[in-house]
């Protein structure tokens, strides 16, 4: 079958190999380019076939039904224009066209796909939601459009991830020898630069609450796992109806009565999802798990389901549930 060209800017990163790999493995897509800004030339295997690195530079933009913008925060986004005006459709997964990222010159649908499907199947640029972000507010979405959060509450994240969260850039405090065998909050004073993000994102939802949250680096390589706490205006008898409800039907989010691990979605484009009342509180509170890879549901994942959708094919195609 005819296949449609796609391109990755900044595809050596681990969000970038990861997009490649599920590009070698998609039925209706295939690779136009990949750039890397400091590996022009090299070679790597994807799924067993070759891939050689270009300058973005050197990218033929305009051959590309689709351009994947990997770039780092900052760079990724006068490329996203130039892939547009050369007429490409785009998923930039930087935090540039973000809410909360400032004030982009176009705004662009926001891509947390089971919140906004219909606005990424319509639009031309998708700005992919960051990795914490996905997490957090697929957990809290239902509670928020469902008008369930306290106004004026304080939700609590508290979200652990794997080292492949902070980049491909070496960096002493992430060898191995400093990880392993460690547990650390990062980011302390709710300076993570998701914060802002997730703060725009849930008062378009319709919640009215301060939002508290804490980074933690696990030693492993991928996986998030956020606990947040929220309290309600009441609790449900069945607790787990808000997200059976919501996300009936969605392929990739599983309401589970066990709380999830990471082995439950690591290598999957999954989001698992339970909620527990919290016993011993006065006011009514919610304590939300929910568990992601971060470079698939969190990254590249999430970038295939929206390139789905902008390009008209089943959303689900070349993604593992």
Same mark, same amino acid.
């Given at each position: 079958?005819?296949?449609?060209?796609?391109?990755?800017l900044g595809a050596s990163g681990y969000a970038g190999r990861e997009l490649?790999?599920?590009?070698?493995?998609?039925?209706?897509?295939?690779?136009?380019?990949?750039?890397?800004?400091?590996?022009?030339?090299?070679?790597?295997?994807?799924?067993?076939?070759?891939?050689?690195?270009?300058?973005?530079?050197? &990218?033929?933009?305009?051959?590309?039904?689709?351009?994947?913008?990997?770039?780092?925060?900052?760079?990724?986004?006068?490329?996203?224009?130039?892939?547009?005006?050369?007429?490409?459709?785009?998923?930039?997964?930087? &935090?540039?066209?973000?809410p909360g990222a400032g004030a982009p010159a176009k705004p662009v649908p926001?891509?947390?796909?089971?919140?906004?499907?219909?606005?990424?199947?319509?639009?031309?640029?998708?700005?992919?939601?960051?990795?914490?972000?996905?997490?957090?507010?697929?957990?809290?979405?239902?509670?928020?459009?469902?008008?369930?959060?306290?106004?004026?509450?304080?939700?609590?994240?508290?979200?652990?991830?794997?080292?492949?969260?902070?980049?491909?850039?070496?960096?002493?405090?992430?060898?191995?020898?400093?990880?392993?065998?460690?547990?650390?909050?990062?980011?302390?004073?709710?300076?993570?630069?998701?914060?802002?993000?997730?703060?725009?994102?849930?008062?378009?939802?319709?919640?009215?609450?301060?939002?508290?949250?804490?980074?933690?680096?696990?030693?492993?390589?991928?996986?998030?796992?956020?606990?947040?706490?929220?309290?309600?205006?009441?609790?449900?008898?069945?607790?787990?109806?808000?997200?059976?409800?919501?996300?009936?039907?969605?392929?990739?989010?599983?309401?589970?009565?066990?709380?999830?691990?990471?082995?439950?979605?690591?290598?999957?484009? &999954?989001?698992?999802?339970?909620?527990?009342?919290?016993?011993?509180?006065? &006011?009514?509170?919610?304590?939300?798990?929910?568990?992601?890879?971060?470079?698939?549901?969190?990254?590249?994942?999430?970038?295939?389901?929206?390139?789905?959708?902008?390009?008209?094919?089943?959303?689900?195609?070349?993604?593992?549930?």
């Amino acid at each position: 079958m005819h296949k449609l060209p796609v391109g990755v800017l900044g595809a050596s990163g681990y969000a970038g190999r990861e997009l490649l790999a599920l590009v070698a493995r998609h039925p209706a897509l295939a690779l136009a380019f990949a750039t890397a800004r400091t590996r022009e030339g090299a070679r790597a295997s994807v799924e067993g076939r070759p891939v050689t690195f270009a300058a973005a530079e050197q &990218a033929p933009l305009g051959d590309a039904a689709l351009v994947f913008s990997a770039l780092p925060h900052g760079e990724s986004a006068p490329w996203v224009a130039r892939a547009e005006e050369a007429g490409a459709k785009v998923v930039d997964l930087s &935090a540039d066209l973000r809410p909360g990222a400032g004030a982009p010159a176009k705004p662009v649908p926001y891509g947390l796909t089971e919140i906004a499907r219909d606005a990424v199947r319509g639009a031309r640029v998708v700005a992919n939601p960051g990795c914490y972000a996905t997490a957090s507010l697929l957990g809290l979405a239902p509670l928020a459009e469902g008008g369930l959060i306290t106004p004026g509450a304080t939700v609590t994240i508290n979200a652990a991830s794997g080292v492949t969260g902070a980049g491909f850039t070496p960096r002493p405090d992430l060898l191995f020898a400093e990880v392993a065998e460690d547990f650390r909050a990062y980011a302390l004073g709710n300076s993570h630069h998701h914060v802002a993000e997730m703060r725009a994102v849930l008062g378009t939802l319709g919640a009215d609450a301060d939002l508290v949250f804490t980074p933690h680096l696990l030693p492993v390589s991928r996986g998030i796992l956020a606990t947040i706490t929220v309290p309600v205006t009441a609790i449900p008898t069945d607790p787990l109806a808000p997200w059976r409800e919501r996300y009936a039907g969605e392929p990739f989010i599983e309401v589970a009565e066990e709380a999830p691990s990471l082995r439950d979605v690591v290598r999957r484009n &999954a989001a698992r999802i339970t909620a527990r009342p919290l016993a011993g509180v006065r &006011a009514p509170t919610l304590q939300v798990i929910v568990a992601i890879d971060n470079l698939v549901k969190g990254a590249a994942g999430q970038a295939m389901q929206n390139a789905n959708l902008l390009l008209g094919l089943d959303e689900t195609a070349g993604l593992l549930a």
